[in-house]
């Protein structure tokens, strides 16, 4: 096996074909489409439980406004709250678990672009390609 000189200019080295180079660069553009799915997941997972929050504390809070003008008793009040606390907790759990996520999807993507700019069988142009500057 033929191993790369140090003064050799960083770009495609004689013993790698653009083949290699080829499926090299198909390698870190699928890891990039890895990455920005999970960061989607994460902001879908984020959207989808503020909704559900919001769904659970203002279905509990009209339940209450609707039934209220016909006389519901003071000690019911406890149980509104309390629904509209679960609600915000939803939203809330599920927005910093949301977070959590993009944040996995984001550490993958910094370690690409830090294995994608400091390889030597890549040109500059096929970085910038890969990149997607």
């Known amino acids: 096996m033929e191993t790369l000189s140090l003064s050799e200019p960083p770009g495609p080295s004689s013993a790698i074909s653009e083949r290699q180079v080829d499926a090299l660069a198909a390698r870190y553009k699928n890891a990039y489409s890895t990455s ?35 006389g519901v008793p003071p000690e019911y009040q406890t ?42 069988l890549l040109t500059n142009g096929r970085k910038v390609e890969i990149l997607g500057l």
Do not use: C, P
């Open 36 to 70: 920005r799915l999970v960061i989607g997941l994460g902001t879908f997972l984020q959207v989808m439980s503020v909704l559900a929050g919001v769904v659970v504390a203002g279905g509990v809070w009209l339940n209450f406004s609707s039934s209220h003008s016909a």
């Open 79 to 120: 149980v509104v709250w309390g629904g509209v606390g679960i609600g915000v907790l939803i939203a809330a759990q599920g927005y910093v678990f949301g977070e959590f996520i993009k944040t996995a999807g984001q550490v993958l993507m910094a370690g690409l672009d830090t294995a994608v700019n400091t390889s030597t």
